[in-house]
């Protein structure tokens, strides 16, 4: 029989990386000599590729500036990182549900934009890399929306669409889990708007994280 599969995002769902993401993008902006773009924009298009959110932000820039302005990102990004600057916290109530859907015999994974080397680095340092399962970023398959990062999740975790369910909290989260063909959890707490979510096709909204569990247990088969 299938597993069954809990697939998170990670940025604006599992932690509150807006802080981090702000002063790395205000640096990479800086780094070319241009102002950063308002800290709302900057929002809207975390879950995205880098590069392609870079884009979305400078849309008359060519894609070399693109590329520079987010090798700068990355490099601020990091430097911030082993600096203790703008820590990444783990939204409340996150180890206990996690601890609830492996108890309900879920196994679980991440779909992120971000890249391999930033989700293990947050990973590591919340101590949670051993919780999951399968591991997928957008430096190393199509980001979303496109339905990749959860096909591979999938495969690795040995799940099928009756039995995976995306958590996330944007539309990106949300589009990504419909071109797959499984249902998607919006959190309300994220980048995106609740009622954005649930216009994208979203089939739970949750508002803490004790309500995660029973959303994603409740639109799966029952063990065995």
Not at 22 to 31: C, K, S, T
Not at 90 to 96: E, I, T, W
Not at 129 to 143: A, I, K, M, N
Request: charged share 20%; hydrophobic share 45%; aromatic share 4%.
């Amino acid at each position: 029989m299938p597993t069954r599969l809990a697939l998170f995002d990670c940025d604006g769902t599992l932690v509150d990386s807006q802080h981090a993401i702000l002063a790395a993008m205000d640096a990479g902006f800086a780094a070319v000599g241009l102002s950063a773009p308002p800290a709302n924009a900057v929002r809207r298009v975390v879950g995205l590729p880098l590069v392609e959110g870079v884009a979305r932000l400078l849309p008359q820039g060519e894609p070399r500036l693109h590329g520079e302005i987010a090798e700068a990102y990355k490099a601020a990004f990091h430097d911030n990182r082993l600096k203790g600057r703008h820590p990444e916290p783990l939204y409340p109530g996150v180890r206990a549900a996690l601890d609830a859907l492996e108890a309900g015999g879920l196994l679980l994974g991440i779909a992120t934009g971000k890249s391999r080397r930033g989700l293990l680095a947050t990973l590591q340092h919340h101590g949670l890399l051993e919780r999951f399962v399968t591991l997928q970023t957008s430096d190393l398959l199509p980001g979303k929306p496109h339905p990749d990062m959860v096909h591979h999740a999938m495969a690795e975790a040995g799940s099928d669409r009756a039995g995976t369910v995306v958590i996330g909290d944007t539309t990106f989260d949300v589009l990504m889990a419909r071109n797959a063909g499984v249902p998607c959890v919006g959190v309300s707490w994220g980048y995106h708007a609740p009622d954005e979510l649930m216009a994208s096709g979203a089939v739970r909204l949750v508002d803490a994280f004790g309500e995660v569990p029973a959303a994603v247990l409740g639109l799966m088969p029952a063990a065995g």
